[in-house]
């Protein structure tokens, strides 16, 4: 792509946050492509970031505001809502009122969101989906460094010698950061990576050891590693002297609770030379990174996980220099921004918490009437409050707490009893939306103009390149404008961004004097051209003085300057699993898919690759609960239950099974596994316990599994059993489950393929098997095929025909066979996406001889852009590569 042409932006997808040039092509469709210039990426996208170009069409959006069901213009609309909020305040006070935002929010308008609520509405009770994600993180790094500073960048995982990836599946989550690691692996082969995880992942991929640890007992390794490094004389007393405090009670209850290798391997379940081999690796290389992502945050321990971390770190005074320190990484594209405004409940603004001279700086810096004086509701508490009718009226913006937040169901009854809410939304339907009394469409990615900070806390624009659809307006302005009509229009009178950001940065630098880390005073002057022109930059970015590396020479943000090291005693996780519900499940991400699905299932591309919830289950499990592959399985819990097909995979440990957060009410029926996860928080951080809840599974008795791959998209949900929907090149693909007698399903099939034309049938009662198609004019407009699991045909060839029209004769009289006529090749599901290779090319591929995963690359592309599906084409090469017979000479 020609650089001067296009726009410089950032991908809004997760915390690596990739550079991103973007321009309109003559067709007026999104060119993607990646930044080389930007630090991040240098030039490097994911599959998703790739794809982003198939996720900015129009359809679906939020296009102008709805009050109460009905279309309205945005004067009603910020009428009723100031009108609401405002009778709602006079009756119940402030605190009635609440906002719940989101890390994917820009800065600019979680800044001005934070200010509105909490220095003039007057109300505590702002959070944010954050605390679903980076609570206990935060936590962590404020007992340890006084501050909640992530110390690193991203350079550091390149140069570590040893790299710990602890509760993160980055080849997934932030697979531009482990394509960068691998590639540092690759030049320095000494280089180690240990992954920590229940399950095997596809970031095993380039680890040396694997530790797939009893779930939640992460603090009992972390602390035997600890006093292991104590017994063993690891520890860097000039360091621990200078610069921190507490060891000695760290290092007795960790003693106490994990005393030695075997105590640890019997806790965590892991092989004791393992364990041992880690606690070696670590106490021998002093450039050490501890890598860290949800696995360790959402948890009921999940703070003191995080701190169990950090000890190990500063008892070996390995932080601050470049290679080493932990490392969390962040989810959203702006969680760390967020975090910078102040966005959490518990936080007040810019990196100050609740004490009487912060809340008193802050009031007279933003000249708050109504300034708050302490903490408010977390996520979880916030909308119990609501339940309770605690609180009336809640604004949601960029999230949809319906599908994402636990005990959904329940949440979601609470959210309907709410006065008023009232949903900033870029899409129109949304589980969230649904239960919403205002609507404010929301530009999006590609439309909105702001700021947002990675990971490696790298402040970088986005830009707009797409002109604003329908009546969509930034955040930040819906904000302003119902400021002003509650009467605080003077300290909301902002034109632009540029404005907003200028003030978030002087209050980052208002008397701080060095005595908060978060401080981009720097910018507080910068011009409009200058907010413009913007590079990407890390902070802190304070005037005349080169900040470095943060805690190169201690300098920690506690009161005594040293960093803190918290003892700590292991605690096993709230709910056990007991003889009802006598598995974990655990929950998480796929390759392809972002959250709720708003915009990646948008993508052909991106829902190829998984296209139903799944159960993925060791097959000893699944053998005790007689469920096979592909089976339809019911998970639920004491909270709720979801459906899904069960996936069996030996990387998953005995007793636990997984199941991905994406699949909502417009994807799948029951397939938002929310509604069976346990609302259990840590203590310390409110951060939901996501990773653990006790269910049972067991089978769904249904006649029939199928699919319908469709032209035109059904007008209503499928009337089935079972569903879950996913766009296709083309087409709409629904995967089905029944409990139709053979004698139903021509009338089903009536219902799942309306309209005229000529119709194909087969059907073979006997089996429980029937299969039509629909043709009109020689063009295929859909075919359905029900049957048993084992009966049924891949999808990838029919689907096929859909861009191929019209249909050849050949192809026609294979059609419901669902497999290609002789001579014609079905490739097979996705495997990678960014160059749409199936899985049977690649067997092919590696049939004729390919061995390693360039071989294949070089055969037939795939894996050859953002190297996402190598780990999945190596596993490829392991199930399907035969060795080459050698003739002897
Ligand atoms: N493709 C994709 N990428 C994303 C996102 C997305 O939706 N899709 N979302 C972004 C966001 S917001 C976030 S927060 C990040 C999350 O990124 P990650 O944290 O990497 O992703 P998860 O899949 O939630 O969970 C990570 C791993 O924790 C493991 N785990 C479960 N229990 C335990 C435990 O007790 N101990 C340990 N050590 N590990 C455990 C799980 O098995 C899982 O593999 O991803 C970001 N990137
Ligand atoms: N079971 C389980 N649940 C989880 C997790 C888990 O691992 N397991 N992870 C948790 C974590 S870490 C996270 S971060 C959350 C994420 O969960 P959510 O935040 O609920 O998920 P998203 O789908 O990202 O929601 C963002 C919404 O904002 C909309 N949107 C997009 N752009 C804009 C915009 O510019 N303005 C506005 N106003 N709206 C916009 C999107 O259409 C979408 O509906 O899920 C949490 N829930
Ligand atoms: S790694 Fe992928 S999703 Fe994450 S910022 Fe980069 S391109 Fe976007
Ligand atoms: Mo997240």
Redesign the pocket.
Known sequence: MEEQTAIKTTCPYCGVGCGVLAMLDEEGAAQIAGDPQHPANFGRLCSKGAALGETVDLEGRLLHPMVDGERASWEQALDTVAGRLRSIIDQHGPEAVAFYG????LTEDYYVSNKLFKGFIGTPHVDT?SR??MASAVVGHKRAFGSDTVPGNYADLESADLLIIAGANLAWCHPVLYQRVKAAKAERPDMRVVVIDPRRTDTCEIADLHLPLAPGTDVWLWNGLLSYLAVEGHTDYAFLEAHTEGFGAAIEAARASAPNVPAVAGQCDLPEADVLAFFRWFAATERTVSLYS?GVN?SSTGSDKVSSIINCHLLTGRIGRSGMGPFSIT??PNAMGGREVGGLANQLAAHMDYSAETVDRVRRFWQAPNLVSGPGNKAVDLFQAIERGEIRAVWI?????M??L?DADRMRRALAGCELVVV????AC?D?TAVADVLLP????GE?DGTVTNSERRISRQRPFLPPPGEAQP?WWALCKVALRLGFGDGFAYEKPAEIFREHAALSGFENNGSRDFDISALANLHDAGYEAMAPRQWPIRDGRDTGRLFADGGFFTESGKARLIPLTPRPPVNAPDTDYSLVLN???VRDH??????TGKSPRLSAHEVTPFLQMHPDDAARLDLGDGALARVHSHWGEALARVRLDDGQRPGSVFMP?HWNDQYALRGR??AV?NPVTDPDSGEPE?KHTPVAVSPVEVAWQGFLLSREPLADPPACAWWAKARGNGFHRYELAGTESAEQMPDLARALLPGDGECLEMADPGRNVYRAARLVDGRLMGCLFMGAVTALPGRHWLAGLFTAEPVSTRNRMALLSGNPPPGQKDAGRNVCACFGVGENTIIEAIRKGCRTPEAVTRRCQAGGNCGSCVPEIRDLIGRHARPVNRRIA
Do not use: I, Y
């Not at 989101?102 to 929010?105: K, N, T």
């Not at 913006?397 to 707490?401: G, I, L, V």
């Not at 972002?594 to 915009?599: F, K, L, P, Q, S």
């Open positions: 989101s890390g994917q929010m989906n679903l994600c949800q959402q989810g959203q913006m960029a999230t949809n707490p599908v994402s636990p900033s939304e870029a899409m949304t969230t929301a530009m999006a990615w909105k955040d929950t998480g991400r972002w959250h709720t699905m708003t915009r957060m596994v929310d996860v996501f």
